[in-house]
């Protein structure tokens, strides 16, 4: 059976984070160093030292995550494994495509520091918020968050990452009146996020002009897997779409679930490769035959290439 690959977003940063599997591998190593030297500053630093607070900040955790993944990837992608399609939350959408070679590493690194920047500027710019509804059907949250927005103050569903587990996102102002309404409606949880914008909303409107164009002046290949987007939760392949896919992205949903759906018609086995295992956790919620291992330390990945990655080639 073939594998799929996934790839976590923002969120999933530490301080900390790579450093065990830099010490440990040479290749790592070189990827963060491709990283410093195509940002012209010490992103292993930051990763690997902190301070907490410089690596959450978007245009730095975004780039972070992406290098600590393909890291991981770089050590894999020699033994043979059948990787068959791969999918990115968010952020970790770029992270396939450089792993799938739509995307050359170093343009990766700059556009998603850019990316962060843009989201960045368009949440001051338009101030919003987000939050993470627990325990309702996609109907009914979808009802009232239009029940929720006004002309001015709108909120929408920004990720449908497992059943029951949605995050809203928007104005504050619609954001608090939806909560009422999810929470009447018979929401176990609504949980306000630590976020500096509203991500995947129109709010983010602002940010697409610039993602375009700077896309527009690097090179986009057809991936060498097929690359599920976040927006369609299907298969993207022809380089103008990927483009378009990326810059729509901003304002669009992360139809995570759909795309677990999507991978699941392929494969019910996975790699998450990069920090942390929010994604084994979703998707196990998603589809209960799915076998995955996520990848991200030096211990996991050791053990995987001594003792396991026979099993999955």
């Not at 690194?109 to 627990?134: C, D, F, H, N, Q």
């Not at 483009?243 to 901003?250: A, K, P």
Request: aromatic share 6%; charged share 20%; proline share 5%.
């Amino acid at each position: 059976m073939g594998i799929g690959l996934l790839f976590p977003g923002q969120g999933s940063q530490f301080v900390g984070m790579g450093k065990d599997l830099a010490e440990r591998f040479s290749v790592v190593r070189e990827t963060f160093q491709e990283a410093d030297d195509a940002l012209d500053f010490a992103l292993s630093r930051l990763c690997w030292g902190g301070p907490e607070d410089e690596l959450t900040l978007t245009k730095n955790a975004q780039p972070a995550i992406l290098v600590h993944s393909i890291a991981v990837w770089r050590m894999l992608q020699d033994q043979g494994l059948p990787v068959v399609i791969a999918a990115g939350h968010s952020l970790g959408e770029f992270s396939a495509h450089v792993a799938a070679g739509s995307l050359g590493f170093a343009d990766a690194v700059r556009t998603v520091r850019l990316r962060g920047e843009l989201m960045y500027r368009s949440g001051t710019e338009r101030p919003g918020t987000m939050a993470a509804v627990i325990g309702l059907d996609d109907a009914a949250l979808e009802q009232a968050c239009r029940e929720a927005s006004e002309p001015d103050s709108v909120v929408v569903p920004a990720n449908y990452n497992a059943p029951g587990q949605v995050v809203i996102s928007g104005d504050s102002a619609a954001v608090a009146r939806a909560g009422e309404r999810l929470k009447a409606a018979g929401a176990k949880r609504v949980l306000p996020l630590n976020v500096s914008g509203a991500f995947h909303s129109p709010l983010m409107k602002v940010a697409e002009a610039g993602l375009q164009e700077h896309l527009e002046q690097i090179s986009i290949e057809a991936p060498a897997f097929p690359v599920v987007s976040n927006v369609t939760a299907e298969p993207v392949s022809e380089p103008a779409e990927i483009r378009r896919l990326l810059v729509e992205q901003l304002t669009s949903p992360v139809r995570w679930v759909a795309s677990v759906q999507t991978m699941s018609a392929l494969t019910q086995r996975y790699l998450e490769l990069g920090p942390g295992n929010v994604l084994a956790g979703l998707v196990r919620r998603t589809t209960k035959e799915a076998e995955i291992k996520s990848l991200g330390t030096a211990d996991q990945l050791e053990a995987f290439l001594a003792e396991e990655v026979g099993q999955w080639s």
